[in-house]
């Protein structure tokens, strides 16, 4: 409820900045049309409604961002949060003499505040002021555009959208520094006439030097008073360390036995960051993306409170099991845990959601196909580097189109080889279906890959497909980027072995009978053989195909 509010008081000043500089950007145009356009702004936000939604936000945001401080357990942010957090604690002491000036000067002295009574201020004033103004366009924007970005960069339709929210981020703050400066300019220029400075002040009923020296003291005070409550924000830190240490210490080891004890009530990404573990979080620990879960065992897993509901939408989205919690969520009881990160500490937004819920690993029945380009060796002999990626990659395209429109999924290639899985998110009748007629698919598109390279080779690329169905473990496997999903196991070596078979066979296809029960299909018009597979007790029944592309013609 803290991370809603803060980001909806948030939208609300975004709202307000931006029709802020949509004005200032009518500078371009003419100090009149400049003014103009402020009637429409005005009309907004000095309305009733106007008032208290600005208000409102502003006050919400600036507690719960000292409140933020104050509930952070470590400093150790990443750089954009570093800036982030600067350029927000920079924004009161650069906003204050503005707020004053025009706000607090309407109300208190009936200054008739606007564009000239601005632009008259900053030319009667020091380049010292002028700077302050133009560098407060930039601070508060900037601030608001990584916000934004944290905030939506896990959406689905934010990378869609970026150039163009990008573009904007660029081009709205430039239009409205253009538009201040040509509008600072012109009236600075108009000011170079005797008196006009004068009876502008006059006309605007500019406060008399009490007044404005009443005015700049206001501004201190909101300046001290902002700045008093930011130090008293990292001032109670370790007074709130002290008072959590008395519910008593956490023991976590971790994955790689590092040890970390810290007091109850801190999170367990807390907790990673307080002791220098890298520790994935895209969403910086607001429990909007997935790469900070952890699984979590230990003596005392069982005294964990159940997860939130938040928590509970973002687990159920990626699909893990129930000893896998988000780091930034889980506060644990005082007790002993340990903990195993799920993802590389740099992982960024595209592993925050799983394509896959079997990607934490477990058993699963699958069909596993195995292809592999017959003499690539000889064939590759005398060709340029350039002409033999551009086979292999035909062959590939062809190879993975085939898999793919069976219902497959390509594993991985590997030389002039490819591994597919089926049955990730189907039954296994399904799969060894889906397995069969990709090999039959493969086997018409190699054909017509024959022919459209006919020119080229001097003989037929010719293939050995190995089909097998069993149980494997699968899951995701591998380091850091490196990693996809796989399956291992007896059924994805038998599998391979098969395709070896191809050879000794002279055949295109050696099929499992295992599968071909499964799937429901007869080969009986096929070679039988009982075979021998290295590693594995026992004969395998198979049948040999001659070529793949007759598995519909062969099949009853």
């Known amino acids: 409820m803290v991370g809603r509010l803060r980001l909806w008081s948030a939208y609300v000043l975004l709202a307000y900045v931006t029709t802020h500089l949509l004005n200032h950007s ?21 309305s009733y409604l106007g008032q208290v939604a600005l208000y409102g936000a502003l006050t919400v945001h600036f507690s719960l961002a000292l409140y933020a401080i104050v509930r952070r357990r470590t400093l150790h942010l990443s750089p954009w949060e570093w800036t982030q957090l600067v350029l927000g604690m920079s924004i009161v002491p650069l906003a204050a003499l503005h707020v004053t000036g025009t ?15 601005v632009l008259a201020s900053l030319v009667a004033g020091t380049w010292i002021g002028v700077v302050r103004q133009f560098g407060l366009i930039l601070v508060v924007w900037i601030h608001a555009c990584i916000g934004i970005h944290f905030a939506w960069r896990l959406r689905p339709w934010y990378r869609t959208w970026l150039p163009a929210l990008y573009a904007v981020a660029l081009l709205l703050p430039a239009a409205a520094l253009g538009g201040a400066a040509i509008a600072l300019r012109d009236f600075a220029e108009l000011a170079q ?65 590092q040890r970390v004890d810290q007091p109850a009530g801190l999170s367990i990404l807390e907790m990673s960051r307080i002791a220098g573990i890298p520790h994935a979080s895209v969403c910086g620990g607001r429990g909007r993306c997935s790469t900070c879960r952890v699984r979590i065992g230990g003596p005392d897993r069982a005294k964990l409170p159940p997860p939130s509901e938040d928590e509970r939408k973002v ?15 889980l506060r644990p009881p005082p007790g002993r845990y340990r903990v195993t ?46 002409d033999v990626v551009f086979l292999l990659n035909r062959y590939f395209r062809a190879t993975g189109q085939a898999v793919q429109a069976a219902g497959g999924r390509v594993d ?89 078979l191809t050879k000794d066979f002279k055949v295109e296809l050696v099929v499992s009978q295992e599968l071909l029960d499964r799937a429901g299909i007869d080969l009986a018009a096929a070679a039988h053989h009982e075979v021998d597979i290295r590693g594995r007790q026992g004969k395998l029944a198979v049948r040999a195909v001659l070529h793949a592309r007759d598995l519909t013609r062969l099949s009853s």
């Open 412 to 500: 991985k290639f590997i030389g002039d080889g490819v591994m597919a899985i089926f049955g990730l998110d189907r039954e296994p009748e399904t799969a060894c279906r889906q397995a069969l007629d990709a090999a039959r698919r493969m086997g018409v598109a190699l054909d017509d890959l024959n022919e459209a390279l006919s020119g080229d080779l001097d003989q037929p690329l010719r293939i050995g497909i190995g089909l097998h169905a069993g149980h494997a473990i699968v899951g995701e496997m591998g380091y850091d980027r490196a990693a996809t999903l796989t399956a291992i196991g007896d059924t994805v070596n038998t599998a391979s072995r098969l395709e070896t």
């Open 315 to 329: 687990l159920a989205r990626v699909g893990v099991p129930e000893n896998v919690r988000l780091a930034c969520q």
């Open 26 to 46: 009518l500078g371009l145009i003419s100090l009149r049309i400049l003014e103009a356009g402020r009637s429409w702004f005005v009309f907004v936000w000095a």
């Open 193 to 257: 006439q005797q008196g006009v400075l004068r009876d502008l002040f006059a006309q605007l009923n500019a406060p008399n030097g009490h007044d404005a020296s009443m005015l700049y003291m206001i501004a201190d005070s909101l300046l001290a008073a902002s700045l008093l409550l930011l130090g008293g924000a990292f001032a109670a830190r370790p007074v709130r360390d002290l008072w959590e240490r008395r519910a008593g210490v956490v023991h976590l080891v971790y994955s790689d036995r």
């Open 103 to 117: 706000r607090l000067a309407k109300n208190l002295y009936d200054v008739h505040v606007g564009y000239p009574w």
């Open 341 to 386: 990160p799920l993802l590389p500490a740099t992982s960024g937004p595209v592993e925050a959601y799983r394509r896959q819920p079997q990607a934490h690993g477990g058993e699963r029945y699958v069909a596993i196909l195995f292809a592999d380009i017959r003499g690539f060796t000889s064939i590759s002999e005398g060709r340029l580097p350039y």
